[in-house]
Structures are given as C-alpha cells and as structure tokens.
C-alpha cells in the first residue's frame, strides 16, 4: 500500500525535502557562519569617531538678517540676562520707640542702584527723642562690588550730621548673605581725625506664616580709642538687640510691632551717665517695613 497516494510510511514522512541543496550561493546566505558571534545592537563598543562641528549659524539670521540679529544678541540679550540697571529703596526699620523718660524714633534704610557686578549704595540710620534734639544721624556714600553671588566689597565715605561735632569717615566694609540665610553687614571707618571705628549687624528673617515674619536682629559697635567730642569710649561702645514681628499683607509695605533693648558699655557709658543722659533699656517699638 506503500505505493498508494497519501499512503507513504512515517519515516519517509519525516525527511527533509531539502536534504542535500546548497543553498550558499543564494544572497544573504553565504555568511551565515561567519556572523553567528557578531556584536549588534547595545553589545556594540562605543565609537571614537570625533563629533561634528557645532553649528554656528542661527535660524533667525534667515529671517531678519545677521547683522541686524548680531547687534540683538550683543545688546538686548546680554542686557536682559545681567546686565541691566536696577535700582531699590528699602527702609527695614522706619519706628515707634515707647521707653522710660521721653519717647522716641529711629530709621535704618539704604538705596542703590546698579547690576549684578557693581553698584552706588546710599546708607542712613538715626534716632532722637520727640521735643529734643537729634541725638544721632549719619549718611555713607558707598560703591560696592560683588565678590561672589553672596558677599559684596563695599568702599566710600560716611558723615555724621550727629553728635556734635560731625565728623567724616572713610568707610570699608563687606556685606552679603551668610550661610541659613543670615543678612550680615561688617565695616571699618576712619575718620578726618585719626578716630578708629568698627560696626558689625546681622538679621534673620523667620517666615512663621505666610503672612507673618519674625525679625530678630543685633548691632554691636566698636572704638579703638576714646572720643570724648562725641561722648564714644574705647572697646566695645554699645548694642542693640530686637526682636519684630511684621505683616507682610502687602510685602512692599509691612508695618510690625517688637521689643527692642539697646545698651552702652565701659567708657561710653561712662560719658553718657555724666552728661545726665541714660546708658540704656527696653524700648516696645512699632513702625513699617517699606521698599519699592
């Protein structure tokens, strides 16, 4: 039955029809044996031919030209990318100041104008009592420079309008953010007199809400000799420490209220007992915040 179709036994079923072609000479087939250990796909080793030249054209110059955009990048580009002017107003202590014997006011606040790199600065802080007269004002024309994105080198003069007699200085300091956010401000003067003085202040701005900031802030300054004009001893002359709280319902104009308590050390004290005048104390304080 062997020869009858469809009849044919297993073992001749399961031969290969193709058993004995050669099949190298068909395309594609001839180096199957050769690529059977090739490297393809991410077991390929990473090529060392040189990138290509970056392209120095730009897709705008076909459209408004290149001279017209090489003036564009040159000017308006660098301008808006640091190299504009701006400019600040910001008193941080505008205030209120209800202590023992006469009331009083004090102002600390600054200006400048500039860039990044270089800026004018102007600086005044003061205080009196109300129906006497101005116990302390002074002004510092200063430029600054920046070190780095934290710290600025500051040089210029300062004047003092008060005490009696007023006195100029040449003024050298720096300024900058220190580390957790600390403003801090350090600076030497010399005045027209051979007077050595030295200032050091800082503040931290505590964000408690959204709308509420906790201010705590310290001033200390520093003589290299007596004064007796201006009533300053040697060494440490005096501090101030406060603490503000303000509201920031608008963050350019943020009135506050806090303590502060102020005192006068060695010498200094010394000369202020002996005019009569008080050699410190805690004062409550009210007043704004303002820049613009």
Known sequence: MSAMPGMSSPAAAGQDPHAGHDMSAMPGMAMQGSQAGAKVGTDLPPGNKPAPAPSDDHLADRFWGANAMASSRENDLRREHGGMTYYQVLFNLAEYQAR???????????AWIGGD????????EGEGSFGKSLESAEVQALYSHALDPYWNLQAGVRYDFKPNPSRTYATIGIEGLAPYQFEVEGALFLSD???VLARAEGYYDQRITNYFVLQPRLEVNF?????????????LTDLEAGLRLRYEGRREFA?????????QFGDTARFSRARGDDTGGFSFVAGVRTWF
């Open 223 to 235: 003589a290299a000799q007596d004064v007796r004009e201006t009533g300053i001893g040697s060494g």
């Open 255 to 263: 009135p506050y209220i806090g303590v502060s308590w102020e005192r």
């Open 193 to 195: 007199k051979g007077d």
């Open 100 to 110: 023992k014997g006469s009331d009083g006011y004090r102002w600390d606040g600054e």
């Open 117 to 124: 790199i270089n800026r004018l600065w102007l600086k005044s």
